[in-house]
Structures are given as C-alpha cells and as structure tokens.
C-alpha cells in the first residue's frame, strides 16, 4: 500500500543560519488538528463554546448592574451607640453621582430637576399648563369580561395609543391632627431616608436593593421597594421623596410584562400600594394603575377549575397556573386578597373584583377538611379542596386568612356578620388547639398541629401579627352585649400574653433582634424558655412584632409597648444598617460579633417595619384612624366604609 510518510530536512542556503520553526505557525497547527481524534475535536470545541458564552455572560452583567466602587472594606461600621444623625438625603452632591454610570447619573438627575419642577407648581398659584399628548405602549385598558371563566386564550400584545403626558401630582397633603413630629419619630423617619437614598441611587426602579454590593434584584421588575413605600413617604411627610417615587409611578411604571406573578403578594404589594396611595393622596394615576393591576391579575380566578384562584398569573398573557413547585396553592395565598379586591370594587363601582373573592371566601368556609375553625396550610385549585394530612399553623402559608376574617367584616363597616362569625371561631379554636405555655417562665406561644394532629411548639416571627389583630377585635366587639365583652377581654388577655413572647424573642438574643423561628421549652429543669435552631438563626427585617405593638399601643396606650419598639429599633440600626446606605437582612441573631449580613433590604422593611414604627411613636391618633382605616397584610391602610 502506498503512503506519504516521509522525513522533512531544513537546509540552509546561501550562506545563512536556519530559521528555527515557528511554533505556532498555521502549518503547525493544521497539522496537530488533523493528528486530534474525533472525540479530542469535539471537546476542543465545546471548550471554546464554554469560554465564548462565559465571556458573553460576563461581559452583559458587568454593564447591566451599577459599578461597585472596589474599598468596601469599611462598609459596614459597628455602631456600638446608637446616635440620631442629621443626613443630607438629596443626591446632589458629586462624588457621589460620580459613582453611578453615565445614564444613572443622568437619569437621577433628571428626576431631580421634575420633582423640582413639581414641588415648585404646587407651591405656585399660576395656573397648570394643559398636559400634552404623547405616543407610548402601556397603560392600555383591559376589558375585566374578557378574563370570565371560559377557554385559556393568550391575550395579544397591547398596540401602541395615544395617552396622555402625566399630569402634575395633586397638592400634598398632611395627615393627621397637624402634631409635631416627636424625637423617636424623626428617629424612625431618618432610617427610612437612609434606606430610601441607597435605594434611588442603586436600585430605582427595580424591587430590593442589596445595600453592600450596591446592586438590586427583580423578583415581579415594577420596582416593590418603591410601590411598597409610597404611603409610608406620605405618613411620614417625606413630600420630595414622595413626589421622586409619584414621577416613577406615572412615567414609568409598566405593568404589561410577560412574567409570571404570585396572585397574593403582587396582589398585597402592588395593588395594596396602589389602592392605598389613591386614598390617601387623591391622585388619580394611582387608581388607573390600580385597575390595571386588578384587570392583569383576574385571570387567575376566572380562568381556575374551581372557585379557588391559582397561585400565579402572567401579566401579559393572562395565563394564569398552579405553582411550579407542586400541585396546591397555600391557604393565605388564596384568602388574602379579598381587601384588595373588594376596594377596587369600591373605586371602579364594577362588582366584579368583589364577587370573585367572596366567591373563593365562601368555598373555603364550605369546603370540608378543617378543624373546627383552623384550616389546613394547603388547598388544590383544580379540586378546590385542602389537602390531606396538611398542616395547621398561623405561621407560614396560613397566617393572614385569619387576619383578613376580622378584617374584611371591619371593612365592611361591621356589616357583614358571617366573618366576624367565622374569625371568632378560629380565634376559639386557636385557643383550644394551638396555645401553649413554655417552662420555666410560663411564656405564652401559638404553636402548630403537624399532620393536623401533632402538637408542636413552634412558633414562626409571622404568628406575632396575631396580638395586634386580637387586640384591634377586641375593642370593637366590646360594647356588643355582655357575652361579647367576655370575650373581648379574653381576646385582649391573649393579646397582652403573646405580644410579651413576641418581644422576648428579641430581647433574648444577643442582638436584640428575633430569630425567623423559635421553638419552646417544654421540659422541666432547663433554664431557658426559647430554644434557636441553627438554620433558624436570620432576621428577615419583618414587622409583625411592632406592628402588634403599634395596635397595643393605640388601643392600650400602655408606654411598655413604646419602650419595647424604641429597643427594636435601636437593634435594627446597630446590627443591620450599612453605612454607606440602606439596611440588609441578617443570618445570626445570637453572634453580634459576626451577624453575617446577608446583602438584601426587603421591600417589606420600608414599606412596613418602619411605618408601624413610625405610628407607634406617634402621638397623633389621627394618624392613620383605626376607626376609619384597616391595613392589609402590607400594612396599606384602606378606607372602612359606612354602611349605605
């Protein structure tokens, strides 16, 4: 057979030196790639797919998220004092803006100059200019009949129309009886521009601020720290923070996006802050945006099986589905949005929104499976039944059904007596089943009944909403009859037992913050009443706790309960606030030494913890009247309406 072997010979010629081969020359390594098996090809090729695409990621995430300046080794400072600082929370100052990329500064500075703009109309009496029209694709209406139970169809891409430029915010107004501002509320209020500050230079227009790396996440991308603060910015009097986050709302604010929502929370926190924001301002825009929301988020009741919603809708689409981690939606998810919902009927005067969530209402109080009045945490959508062996807790996945019972009869105007019905007796079976009593110091705890059978004393930080709802029960079922103020001082009892608990698992760790979770000792001969698992150890920066001790306060106006958020706060600011600006969620509560700061402010700790705190140092109760306004589980005040 004949072959090309042969041996190749360099000679030099004409007098001079060989060249030595170059190593890497084209010949070379044509001839290694021919030498490689089909196999050693393959990889080869793979591997410079690999690097190619890693370059690609990299290169897009370096420039979609702001620059992170390179010495944070002093960003986090202890502060072993807590101080009140005077801050200047305007982003005019250079060096700072010179940390932002070329379009952030821009854009920041823009917003500036409208919400300048604004405040100057308001404080002006000339007379507006007519606004002027304008071509872009959002905002567009939605027909609520279109989403009547029937077929799934995929909704078309909204065409652009013409709508009009926003027009100047309404005067601002201040709530309340016009008292000054307290020491501890001007505390609290400049936590809030801390938090805010960090978040308008980093994160605007995005959902959570990561307050180290000074970067932010997307969960539902229509900015939640924003939308969560608007009524905490009107509360506190926060006009030019305010009108900065109404000029994002009203220019920018888009909710036709092809993403998948959960029905409760974009409910609680977007239609919530919305709804809330219309009341307490009169802007118009907030109730266009609010039946926008409410029109998006409909398909996932019309379009469910059973008169149980699904847990998640697309906002584009309108397609609405299970969850995608398993078959059954949590009972929360499906029982708190009823506030919601029937306040947009309220605004809009369409009885639709109210009639599909007292749709849903009446089924669970139908459907079989609960406990006298407990219900279990799971329920199918497509059956519209609860699931087997679930467990019963007021913690996670079940905790606000039992506050929406009260608090849909308050919205009522106290009119509809089957919910008041129905949470006293789930505040009765409570009684029976989940409370418990730790050792040695006899604290009281709502615990859990694991398969519905099993007595467990666990106790999330979400049960500490209950004190706050019993105590606000408490005090309008009193003058009722004589049976009803029996149980009222029953119920404010239980109240002042479990908002002590609460506060004990703050004041018992090391920091002076809660754990997510604590369970109780229920053993003679150990010395300590709260136990804290390892994996339990994270402060979330919820506000349950002051939000209990906002109503005790309200409705007792009993100092302690003062005095026991004052400490709060004061751990909040010394072990989770970041210098340079923001707070972020901690890992340890029982090391102050190492907390281990988790990079992320919930939308939730603006938009609720230091709202609730705000008011319970407040001195005004007309702040937020609690004989005019319910919360929902956001903590958006709605208005309570009169019997008509």
């Not at 620059?67 to 929370?89: G, I």
């Not at 924003?226 to 900065?244: H, V």
């Not at 996670?396 to 849909?408: F, T, V």
């Amino acid at each position: 057979m004949y072959t090309d072997n042969y041996v190749a010979i360099n000679l030099p010629g004409n007098g001079e030196a060989p060249k030595p081969p170059s190593s890497f020359s084209s010949l070379t390594v044509l001839r290694y790639w021919r030498r490689c098996t089909h196999l050693q090809k393959k990889l080869f090729i793979v591997l410079i797919t690999v690097i190619l695409l890693y370059g690609v990621i990299r290169f897009s995430s370096t420039n979609a998220v702001v620059d992170v300046p390179k010495k944070q080794s002093n960003e986090l400072k202890r502060l072993d004092v807590v101080k009140e600082e005077e801050f200047d929370f305007a982003i005019d100052v250079p060096h700072e803006l010179a940390q932002l990329q070329p379009d952030k500064q821009k854009h920041l500075s823009q917003l500036e100059k409208r919400v300048s703009e604004d405040i100057n109309i308001l404080q002006s009496p000339k007379k507006r200019l007519p606004p002027k029209l304008i071509m872009r694709g959002e905002d567009v209406d939605i027909d609520p009949n279109k989403f009547k139970k029937g077929p799934t169809t995929t909704t078309a891409a909204p065409t652009t129309t013409t709508v009009r430029e926003p027009d100047p915010p309404p005067p601002f107004k201040a709530l309340g009886g016009g008292l000054e501002l307290n020491d501890r509320q001007l505390f609290v209020r400049s936590m809030f521009q801390h938090g805010w500050k960090s978040y308008k230079m980093h994160a605007w227009g995005h959902d959570h601020l990561h307050p180290i790396s000074r970067t932010y996440d997307d969960w539902f991308g229509v900015g939640l720290t924003l939308l969560d603060s608007l009524d905490t910015m009107y509360i506190m009097g926060l006009e030019k923070e305010y009108l900065e986050a109404r000029d994002y709302v009203a220019r920018e604010l888009n909710f036709d996006k092809n993403t998948d929502v959960n029905l409760f929370e974009c409910t609680i926190r977007v239609l919530g802050s919305m709804l809330s924001a219309y009341h307490l301002s009169g802007d118009e825009i907030y109730k266009e945006k609010a039946l926008d929301i409410g029109n998006r988020l409909m398909p996932a009741m019309a379009k469910s099986r059973s008169a149980i919603p699904y847990s998640d809708v697309n906002l584009h689409t309108g397609i609405a589905h299970d969850p995608r981690w398993g078959p059954d939606s949590t009972i929360s998810e499906v029982t708190s949005i009823q506030l919601e919902f029937r306040d947009l009927t309220h605004i809009s005067d369409d009885h639709s929104y109210k009639d599909a969530v007292d749709r849903i209402s009446a089924h669970v109080a139908k459907t079989r499976g609960k406990k006298e009045g407990l219900v279990p945490i799971w329920i199918n959508a497509n059956t519209g039944l609860f699931r087997p062996g679930s467990t019963i807790t007021l913690g996670a996945r079940a905790d606000s059904y039992y506050e929406y019972l009260l608090k849909q009869w308050v919205q009522s105007g106290r009119t509809e007596k089957h919910l008041l019905e129905q949470y006293l007796s789930a505040i009765a079976a409570i009684r029976k089943h989940l409370i418990g009593h730790s050792k040695p110091n006899n604290f009281v705890y709502v615990g859990e009944l694991l398969s519905g059978i099993s007595h467990s004393p666990k106790m999330d930080h979400l049960v500490c909403f209950l004190p706050g709802t019993l105590a606000l029960g408490a005090s309008l079922i009193r003058d009722q009859d004589e049976a009803s103020k029996k149980i009222a001082d029953e119920h404010m009892q239980l109240a002042s037992d479990l908002v002590r608990t609460c506060y004990e698992m703050y004041r018992s760790t090391p920091t002076g913050l809660s754990p997510e979770i604590t369970y109780f000792n229920l053993k003679d001969g150990k010395h300590e009443d709260l136990v804290i698992k390892p994996l339990d150890r994270h402060n979330l920066l919820r506000p349950e706790t002051v939000e209990s001790l906002f109503y005790m306060w309200r409705l007792t106006k009993d100092q302690k309960y003062r005095d026991w958020g004052w400490e709060i706060a004061q751990a909040f600011e010394k072990h989770t606030k970041v210098a340079s600006g923001g707070y972020t969620s901690i890992n340890n509560v029982v090391n102050p030494a190492n907390v281990q700061h988790k990079d992320k402010m919930e939308s939730f700790f603006l938009g609720e913890t230091l709202k609730y705190l705000f008011l319970l140092f407040s001195d005004d109760d007309e702040l937020i009247d609690l004989k005019k306004y319910v919360f929902n589980t956001e903590a958006h005040p709605l208005p309570i309406y009169t019997p008509s």
